[in-house]
C-alpha cells in the first residue's frame, strides 16, 4: 500500500505558472494524493483558477499577507499525508515518463528528506546568468547527499519530508531563509537527505535586475541572519566536514578565490616572482625580453590580468565539468560574463548583508513577510 502525499503549494497573490502545475499534479497516477493551495492577498486570476479547480484541490484563501513560514505550518495540520511534499507556485514538473509523485514515495523509503532538483526556464539573458547559480546549488546539495547523507541547507522550492520528521523538526521557523534554517537543524538531528538528481522541477527566476535585486536582497539578509544564528554549529561542522564544507562555499560563490588573491597576496611578492621568471626566459630564449621595460605598473596588471585569465579557465573547467553531471546547460560565453559580473554582485550582497546584521543594522526597509 503506497503511502499518502500531501501536495502543498504556497502563493502569493498569483502566479502563472500555478494551473500547469496543478493540472500535471492532477494527472499524475498516483492515486493516494491531496492537494492544497494557500494564498495570500488572491487577485482576480487567482479567484479564477479556485473556480475551476474547485473540488480538485484544497484552497485555503487568506485576505492578508500571512507569510510563508505561516501558511505552511497551518496547512500541514489541516493534511493527513504520510508524506509532505512542498512545491514552489512558480515550478513546472519536468516531462518524466515515470510518475513524479511515484519517484518521490519512493526514494522516501530510505530517506527522511529529498530534494528535488531545480533548473532554470531559461527566458531571458538574467535567467541564463541564474543558470549557474542553481548549477552550484544542486551540485552542492547532492555533494552532501552522497557523502554525508544529510544536507546543510535546501533549495525549498520542491522538496519532500516525512510527517514524522516535520513533526520532530518543529515545522517551518518564522525566519526570513526558512529553508536554510530547517536545513542546518535537520543536519543537526542526523536527519537522512538524499538529493533526486534525475528527477527535475524548472523554475522561474527574475527577468529583471529590480526583481533579482529585491529576490537576492531577501536571500542575503537570510543567510546572513542564519550565519548569525548557528555560527558555532557552522564552525563545528566545517571543522568536521572540512572536505565537503570548503569546496561546497567555492562553488557557490565562485569569484571567493579571485577575491582573496588580490586582497591578500602582497603586490610586491607578485612582482617579484614575475620580474625574477621574466630574468630566466630572457636568458634562455633568443628572443629580446628585457624585464626592465616591464614597470610595477604593468607586472600589477599583468598578475590581475593572469590571476583572472586563470581563475577564470579553472572555474570554467569546473563547472563545465558538473553541468554534464548535473545535466545542466553550459555556454562559456554567458558562464564568462556569469564569473566577471553577476558572481561578484552576488557576493558583494552577501557580505554587505552579513556586515548589515552583524553591527544590528535596523531592517526597516525590508518588504517580505515571515
Known amino acids: 500500500m503506497v503511502p499518502k502525499i500531501s501536495i502543498f503549494i504556497p502563493v502569493y497573490r498569483e502566479s502563472k505558472l500555478l494551473k500547469p502545475l496543478l493540472v500535471n499534479l492532477l494527472n499524475d497516477p498516483y492515486e493516494d494524493k491531496e492537494i492544497l493551495v494557500v494564498?495570500?492577498?488572491?487577485?482576480?486570476?487567482?479567484?479564477?483558477?479556485?473556480?475551476?479547480?474547485?473540488?480538485?484541490v484544497k484552497f485555503v484563501l487568506n485576505g492578508e499577507r500571512k507569510g510563508k513560514?505561516?501558511?505552511?505550518?497551518?496547512?500541514?495540520?489541516?493534511?493527513?499525508?504520510?508524506?509532505?511534499?512542498f512545491l514552489d507556485s512558480d515550478v513546472q514538473i519536468d516531462g518524466n515518463p515515470e510518475s513524479f509523485l511515484r519517484r518521490i514515495s519512493e526514494e522516501l523509503e530510505d530517506a527522511e528528506m529529498v530534494e528535488v532538483k531545480k533548473k532554470v526556464i531559461r527566458d531571458s539573458f538574467l535567467a541564463r546568468m541564474e543558470t549557474y547559480d542553481y548549477l552550484s546549488f544542486s551540485f552542492t546539495s547532492w555533494l552532501f547527499s552522497k557523502m554525508l547523507k544529510r544536507c546543510l541547507g535546501f533549495h525549498g522550492a520542491a522538496f519532500a519530508v516525512r510527517r514524522e520528521t516535520f513533526k520532530a523538526l518543529r515545522g517551518f521557523r518564522r525566519v526570513v531563509s526558512e529553508d536554510l534554517d530547517m536545513g542546518i537543524r535537520s543536519f543537526m538531528e542526523g536527519v537522512r537527505f538524499k538529493f533526486l538528481n534525475d528527477l527535475a522541477v524548472y523554475t522561474k527566476v527574475p527577468r529583471s535586475w529590480s526583481e533579482w535585486f529585491k529576490q537576492r536582497r531577501r536571500w542575503g539578509i537570510g543567510a546572513a541572519l542564519w550565519l548569525k544564528e548557528y555560527f558555532r554549529d557552522l564552525v563545528v561542522i566545517v571543522r568536521r566536514y572540512p572536505k565537503v564544507l570548503l569546496p561546497s562555499l567555492l562553488?557557490?560563490?565562485?569569484?571567493?578565490?579571485?577575491?582573496?588573491?588580490?586582497?591578500?597576496?602582497?603586490?610586491?611578492?607578485?612582482?617579484?616572482?614575475?620580474?625574477?621568471?621574466?630574468?630566466?626566459?630572457?636568458?634562455?630564449t633568443s628572443i629580446l625580453l628585457p624585464p626592465i621595460a616591464f614597470t610595477?605598473?604593468?607586472?600589477?596588471?599583468?598578475?590581475?590580468?593572469?590571476?583572472s585569465v586563470g581563475s577564470l579557465g579553472i572555474y570554467s573547467y569546473i563547472f563545465y565539468a558538473i553541468s554534464q553531471k548535473m545535466d545542466y546547460s553550459f555556454n562559456p560565453v554567458d558562464f564568462a560574463l556569469f564569473y566577471f559580473f553577476y558572481s561578484p554582485l552576488w557576493l558583494l550582497i552577501v557580505i554587505i548583508s552579513i556586515i548589515k546584521v552583524y553591527t544590528n543594522s535596523e531592517l526597516t526597509d525590508v518588504d517580505w513577510k515571515i
Open 69 to 85: 513560514a505561516n501558511v505552511l505550518n497551518e496547512i500541514v495540520r489541516e493534511s493527513n499525508g504520510e508524506i509532505l511534499l
Open 296 to 307: 610595477s605598473t604593468s607586472l600589477s596588471l599583468l598578475k590581475n590580468l593572469s590571476v
Open 251 to 284: 562553488l557557490l560563490f565562485p569569484f571567493l578565490p579571485l577575491l582573496l588573491v588580490n586582497l591578500f597576496i602582497p603586490d610586491e611578492l607578485y612582482v617579484k616572482a614575475i620580474y625574477i621568471s621574466l630574468l630566466l626566459i630572457s636568458t634562455r
Open 39 to 56: 494564498i495570500d492577498e488572491p487577485t482576480d486570476y487567482s479567484l479564477k483558477l479556485v473556480r475551476e479547480f474547485n473540488g480538485k
